[in-house]
């Protein structure tokens, strides 16, 4: 085994919940008077990956920046909610990859997201078993490379991956000096970097 820690992104990485974000979003935002039209599956898609600050600012540029966070938390703290409920669709083979991959060594989640978010994707899948620790910005206020860096120090990890689908995955892993593998099924599009087509690929890219 060449890598003592897989670090994991959430969406478009393990599961897409671009339709179950739509819908939760949609119930908080649909009762907002400044909230002209609700964001497309393709809107939304475009902005996964990214913190609440320029997330927002994409979705919502016509609003000032107390209000656009304030909408941000109330659709996370619904979205969590519903996710926790009715989970997401899962890429597949998630499980059992993630089951024969935590045989061999740790794993670990992190995600710009809410705090709530990956613990939703943890209860809603059963998956809680297979990761050893996780981080986000709604717990620690840092961006990704910066949590990336937290959960390879707080574990003692020498030679971790990270495993994400867009240029901004691999953006945050390199700034954290940690190397990347793309989930080519995902959402992005990152060039000149060892990729995956499908999660149980990885299995035999991190063996070798």
């Not at 969406?11 to 649909?30: M, N």
């Not at 899962?90 to 794993?107: N, V």
């Not at 709530?116 to 961006?143: M, N, V």
Request: include cysteine; proline fraction near 5%.
């Amino acid at each position: 085994m060449q890598y003592d820690g897989i670090i994991f992104d959430l969406d478009g990485t393990l599961w897409d919940s671009s339709e179950e974000i739509r819908f939760s979003w949609g119930e908080v935002l649909k009762k907002q008077p400044d909230i002209p039209a609700l964001p497309s599956r393709e809107t939304l898609e475009s902005v996964m990956g990214l913190g609440a600050e320029e997330l927002t600012e994409k979705l919502f540029p016509y609003l000032s920046r107390e209000r656009r966070l304030e909408i941000f938390d109330q659709c996370a703290v619904y979205e969590c909610e519903y996710l926790t409920q009715h989970g997401a669709k899962l890429y597949p083979k998630i499980r059992e990859t993630l089951a024969q991959l935590s045989a061999l060594c740790p794993l670990f989640i992190v995600s710009n997201c809410a705090d709530g978010y990956i613990q939703s994707f943890l209860t809603a899948h059963d998956t809680a078993r297979y990761i050893r620790d996780f981080e986000c910005i709604g717990r620690t206020g840092k961006p990704k490379s910066e949590n990336i860096r937290l959960i390879v120090e707080r574990n003692h990890l020498r030679t971790p991956v990270y495993v994400g689908d867009t240029q901004w995955d691999y953006e945050a892993a390199t700034t954290a000096g940690v190397p990347f593998i793309f989930a080519a099924y995902g959402f992005g599009h990152v060039e000149n970097t060892p990729k995956i087509d499908a999660p149980a690929a990885l299995l035999d890219l991190v063996e070798n």
